[in-house]
């Protein structure tokens, strides 16, 4: 007799969020999915490993990412990392830690590159962060989307918490302001220097 397992389990083993399971069943790569009397899905893992885009989790690395928005909060860094480091040795996991200082708002920094351009070589089995807003700001979805892909699991070691957020909101807006002056000066009139002057004053009222 087949061993039945709930798609919670069928896609973690798979390396898949469980929305592809439920995608695959729609287009028919799937066949007919056993159901419990409660209508839940039961998979049967035999007959779907070979729909794995990927090695399963457990036999590719798990890298956990942490980031901080300046150098002020080095301290809170490596909190952070040493959060990361007992969650993934105490669930058994093989894992490094890439980490960053930069803002939420930033798409360039180097860690959060080279964290994607591993996921998509399918080389990165699971992501662990601590909170959902470690990646970026606005943006993480992309991310978790691309992961997702590549049957990267992700690993949301405080799912219902948002970190510094007042912190890392400080930086932020610091960074928008300072983006939009340096434009703002390029253009000499004394009406932008007036709107400027009130952007650094804004923002310094936002960091106290």
């Not at 087949?2 to 790569?29: C, N, Q, S, Y």
């Amino acid at each position: 007799m087949a061993h039945l397992v709930p798609i919670g389990v069928a896609a973690r083993e798979l390396g898949v969020h469980p929305d592809t399971l439920r995608r695959w069943e729609k287009e028919g790569r799937i066949e007919a999915v056993e159901r419990t009397p409660g209508n839940r899905r039961r998979y049967d893992l035999a007959r779907l490993r070979h729909l794995a885009p990927h090695g399963a989790p457990s036999r590719r690395i798990t890298i956990a990412y942490a980031r901080v928005s300046s150098a002020g909060q080095k301290d809170d860094l490596v909190r952070q990392q040493a959060l990361l480091e007992s969650f993934c040795a105490a669930n058994g996991w093989t894992y490094e830690i890439i980490s960053d200082v930069g803002s939420g708002l930033n798409y360039h920094k180097q860690g959060l590159r080279q964290l994607i351009s591993r996921i998509c070589t399918g080389e990165v089995g699971r992501l662990v962060i601590s909170h959902r807003d470690r990646l970026l700001r606005f943006g993480s979805e992309l991310v978790f989307a691309v992961a997702e892909h590549f049957g990267c699991e992700v690993v949301i070691v405080n799912p219902s918490e948002e970190s510094s957020f007042e912190e890392d909101l400080d930086q932020d807006v610091i960074e928008i302001v300072a983006v939009f002056s340096a434009r703002l000066y390029g253009s000499r009139s004394e009406k932008n220097r007036r709107v400027m002057e009130t952007l650094r004053q804004v923002a310094e009222a936002v960091a106290r």
